[in-house]
């Protein structure tokens, strides 16, 4: 690319164009990020309107068309996410680094032009230090040519005299002297001009609008690449938005309309057989109505039909003998659940203090047994309630309402009466056997290696060395010790922190 000098404002004002359109750009892609990141924020908002929390909304989604919902907002809420992950890419992929390379071309540009200009000034006061020279010799050369000229007039004249002659040959040689100087110098600027003529416009123009056109061909590469992020930083998030999408479908595709009913009617059946025929009651014969003054009992009055008419709830009863048998039935099984939950980390509490008191007798300089009394018979007496009311729940869920309201009573009334019911719950089989044997095979749950040696002195604790392998019977259940098998057979307890698992 070779310009003369007269297209440098051509280039100015074309580089200038250059950095504005990358300016351009980057304001563009702004707007762009500040559009994805509104649209993600009533995304995220639409999502968190629609979303239900709480015991109710639970309920419900069990039922798939409600739960489709859900999954939905789900994955409208994960959509969102890439929306503005495709803002924050565009903002730190495009726009930062596009305006960190923009502030480079601008003072890469500023420098090219600015040496440019100071070449163009430094052959400028050239040409004007050589135009003051030749206007000196050309004015020195008249005055010699003058001179010359006086000299042979004064000699031609017969009336000069010869130092006149002299003088004005003198005069004319000096100044022709000086014409001659002048003509050295004027020739000597000339060729240096010349020179640095050719030097600006053969060498330092050229490689000064080089410079440029490969700095303006770099912003148009580099602005190119920047068109092509705007795309493919979309195109990588689109296969998450596609599984977005996806799910969203997928969530319509799993609602099951027979499901849902068979759920419902699962759910709030009531157990009640339907009632029999309305007798018809022949008044015509001389027959009375059932009922007469003198009755003792009330008349029944027949229970309204309509299944969908309101109707009186009664308060809960702690049978739930006010629900219906079915239901009844799942909410006694409900409750046997979390009390042989509860009752089964309550014994885990009771085994593991009665280990540790065991281990204080043996070693007291570890605590004092004593200090454990408190809580041993407070787990006793929770064990005992929660057996009690296992038991109660056990029967009722066998029994009707009627016949599991009096026992309720007599239960709380009496509560030696844990005991005898369970005496007779064995005789009647109306729950099965547990089969607590110890002495059945156990299968280890890990091996581990001994860290420390041990001495078991204590009943129910054995010695181990350092480095010995053992395989895990029992984990420790947060009282510090294990139980653990040894090669030769010996089982028993050690510290959990003597040992360390192997995989």
Known sequence: ???????????????????????????????????????????????????????????????????????????????????????????????????????????????????????????????????????????????????????????????????????????????????????????????????????????????????????????????????????DIEKKVLPIISKCLEGISAAGGKVDEKQDSMLLIEQHKSGFEQPGDVEFEDYSHGIKPATSESSLNAPKVRAKLWPFGKKHKPPPAEDFSHLPPEQRKKKLQAKIDDIAKELQKTQDQSDALEKMRGVYEQNPQLGDPSSLEPQISETSQNIGRLRGELTKYEVGKNWDSNTLRGFLE????????????????????????????????????????????????????????EGEQLSVMEDDKGDGWMRVLKANGEEGYIPSSYVKLVS
């Open 1 to 231: 690319m070779c310009l003369s000098s007269d297209q440098y404002d051509v280039i100015d004002k074309h580089t200038q164009s250059g950095l504005d359109l990358v300016e351009r750009y980057i304001k563009f892609v702004k707007e762009r990020t500040e559009i994805e990141q509104n649209y993600a924020k009533q995304l995220r908002s639409l999502t968190k309107k629609y979303y239900r929390r709480g015991s109710k909304e639970e309920q419900e989604c069990r039922y798939s068309n409600h739960a489709s919902f859900q999954d939905i907002l789900n994955e409208l809420n994960d959509y969102a996410g890439q929306r503005e992950l495709i803002a924050e890419n565009m903002m730190t992929g495009i726009c930062v680094e596009l305006t960190k390379f923009l502030q480079d071309l601008k003072q890469e540009r500023k420098s090219h032009l600015s040496d440019a200009k100071k070449a163009q000034q430094t052959l400028e006061s050239s040409f004007k230090h050589l135009e003051s020279t030749k206007k000196r010799f050309a004015k020195e050369w008249a005055e010699a040519e003058k001179a010359t000229q006086q000299a042979d007039k004064t000699e031609s004249d017969p009336n000069a005299t010869k130092p006149d002659v002299e003088k004005a040959r003198q005069h004319a040689h000096a100044r022709t002297h000086t014409a001659e100087e002048c003509r050295n110098d004027y020739a000597a600027e000339l060729q240096k001009y010349n020179k640095e003529q050719n030097l600006f416009y053969y060498i330092e123009i050229p490689q000064f609008f080089n410079k440029l056109q490969e700095m303006d061909e770099r912003r148009i590469r580099r602005l190119a690449g920047g068109y092509c992020q705007f795309s």
């Open 410 to 465: 007599k239960f709380n009334t009496w509560p030696h009466m844990t005991y005898v019911l369970s005496e007779q719950l064995e005789s009647q089989h109306l729950y099965s056997e547990f089969d607590d044997e110890f002495d059945d095979v156990q299968t280890p749950i890990g091996q581990c290696k001994a860290i420390y040696t041990f001495e078991g002195n204590s009943e129910g604790t054995i010695s181990i060395t």
